[in-house]
């Protein structure tokens, strides 16, 4: 394939404007949007705006005057809108592992007469730490099998099936509604974690009937490093559910300062403590990002791009063997390869400018984000890991140095 095709492909691609809204570093090629989404324009100035203006002039009247307290509810509907959530179903807290142990933890509470806990084996190791925990802590049992096995493990002692959405090597993408509606059958909650398909993926959560979910902001979403994450709850369960870390501005009067808990009648019950402001003013710009953007024509941008990575590599590097599915139905926005020196031929990649990222023990990683990613950089980068195969520019001792982040 020429690289003319490619570019007829972004000629073709009504998506590709959208990447004039991202600030883009010259001499790079960005394939790791799974991992921290890129720059998008005006999150730094909403960000100095923030800083400079509310915080430093208007100090603590900013909470009322600027909005903040009901920041984590505000941002939390713009991703309702991404991902296919009601009004009120999403609230911004946290970081994805906190949220996974309050959601996980609430949904024990809601299945109190059953005993296991269903996750699938390689789950991402933060998500099985704090599934083993709540596990622990409730007297629960985790039944962890292979993707293979998941709606044949569901029965009526599991109270919950809880799984990445997106495999975090692979990019195996779960048939969510498939799983979702078996748990369902069982009586079974869902608790998904999105992290590697909010923003990518056309999720649809409320009309397919999922029961709690939670995810990145720093990933797809392009909030930024260490945004705060955030948690969907359906409807039908915001009376009921209760969550384990009780902190005051979860209360249904906050500045009651009342010595007995009563959760807020809504969402706000799942935070804990004080908005992180201003990483959510960066998190809650980045998301103009996605305005007017068809999640259904993200998904098969992303499809496609994967598509085009997955036919170069193959026939430019055949020593490296593909991870991921092979039908971009199956994949999230992420392809993976498998290499004994994939560190290696990373870091010899990344020297280049190309930008994918490893995952223990041979997975190289790429990340491609739609919004962002064009076809000719997908030919672009598979043509220099060809190059850095071909000619074993891996093979420099500099390229062994093992960072504290791959
Ligand atoms: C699938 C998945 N879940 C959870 C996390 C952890 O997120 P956090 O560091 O925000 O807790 C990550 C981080 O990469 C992830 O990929």
New binding site residues.
Partial sequence: MQRDRAQDLDEADALAPIRDRFVVPPGVIYLDGN?LGMLPVGVAEAVADLVTRQWGVDLIRSWNKHGWMDAPQRVGDRIGAIIGAAPGEVIVAD????N?YKLLVAATRLRPDRTVVVTEVGN?P??RYVIDSVAAQAGLTVRAVPASDLVAALDNDVAVVTL?H?D?RTGHLHDLPGITSAARAVGALTLW?L??SAGVVDLNLSARGVDLA?G?G??FLNGGPGAP?FVYVATRHHDSVSQPITGWLGHAQPFAMRDDFEPASDLRRMIVGTPTMVSLAALDAALDAFVGVSMAAVQAKGAALGDLAIDLAQQWSPDLVLASPRHGSERGSQIAFRHPKGYEIVQALVARGVIGDFREPDIIRFGLSPLTTRFVDVYDAMDHLRDVLQTGAWRDSAFAVRNAVT
Avoid: M, R
């Fill in positions: 991992s970081s994805t592992s906190v996974l991402f933060s998500d990445s997106v975090y974690d992290a590697h939670v990145c720093y990933k994450a």
